[in-house]
């Protein structure tokens, strides 16, 4: 009776591995073709741009005046409510729909999004790049932008229109649009969509961020030496950035600038230093 009891446990147990197997192969049989397929490499360039870190000037006045020029297509990801963030449904979806819209190819994609790893769903990642700005330089900069608006879209209003209130004099009544906390908005751009990215000043966020910057992006530039980031890109992805520093160098002041944030005060930031 023991030994009846233990082999239909066991025989339980088999069926319940077979079937799992069946599943998995299942799924695998099931998976859209150009996930198993894809060869992304440089057909796909993904720039994450974060927020006024000179990303408009980079995409305006390099991918889009050089598409034609080099034959690919430049695509916007435009976030639901401008959140940085996607569900994991989401994500599959998202990975999905850029992997498959062969039509498309090559592509260049720029958004605010937080990076995406692609490999976690069996599919390679696209060319990832991104720029950095100096974290006081980037609050100050978005501080005044919210208040006055900048030299791209002009006579649009902004949340803060109105507000006259000084950097200094926001940081003294510890206002929220200054608030320190904010500096850490670059992170969770490269730290990702996992659920401790956005913790401000979470050990685990910089040291995921770090890595991926180093093991996931082939270029992460910085907004004082964008000349330097154009130039790089020409060399290390030439059929998506040929002649992009001399048509870079060509620019007039106005548009090697875009988004010149109004009414900022440069020397705010030493007196923060200082303070």
């Avoid at 916007?76 to 996607?86: A, G, I, L, P, W």
């Avoid at 062969?102 to 696209?126: C, I, Q, S, W």
């Avoid at 109105?162 to 009544?173: L, S």
Wanted: hydrophobic share 35%; with cysteine; proline share 4%.
């Amino acid at each position: 009776m023991f030994h009846s009891q233990k082999f239909r446990l066991y025989l339980f147990y088999f069926f319940c591995i077979l079937f799992f197997l069946v599943l998995i192969k299942f799924v695998c049989d099931s998976a859209p073709n150009s996930f198993k397929t894809a060869k992304i490499g440089p057909s796909i360039v993904f720039y994450n741009r974060i927020p006024k870190t000179g990303s408009t000037t980079f995409t305006n006045a390099i991918a889009y005046d050089l598409y034609k020029q080099n034959s690919f297509n430049v695509l916007h990801v435009n976030m639901t409510k401008n959140r940085q963030v996607m569900s994991l449904p989401d994500q599959y979806r998202f990975i999905f729909n850029i992997t498959s819209w062969k039509e498309r190819l090559p592509a260049f994609y720029h958004g605010h999004v937080a990076f995406v790893d692609f490999t976690r769903y069996g599919v390679p990642n696209p060319v990832y790049i991104n720029i950095i700005r100096e974290p006081l330089e980037r609050l100050l900069s978005h501080y005044y932008f919210l208040r006055y608006g900048d030299n791209y879209r002009i006579g649009l209003k902004r949340s803060r229109a109105g507000n006259n209130e000084t950097f200094d004099e926001c940081v003294v009544r510890s206002g929220k649009d200054c608030d320190m906390k904010q500096m850490w908005l670059q992170i969770p751009y490269f730290c990702g969509h996992l659920h401790y990215c956005t913790e401000v000043g979470n050990p685990l966020a910089l040291e995921t961020a770090k890595k991926n910057v180093v093991e996931k992006y082939l270029l992460v530039g910085t907004t004082d030496r964008m000349r330097d980031t154009i130039a790089l890109l020409e060399q290390l992805v030439p059929n998506f950035f040929q002649g992009a520093l001399h048509h870079f160098d060509e620019l007039d002041e106005n548009r090697a600038h875009l988004r010149y944030t109004k009414k900022k005060n440069s020397s705010e930031r030493s007196d923060l230093v200082h303070c």
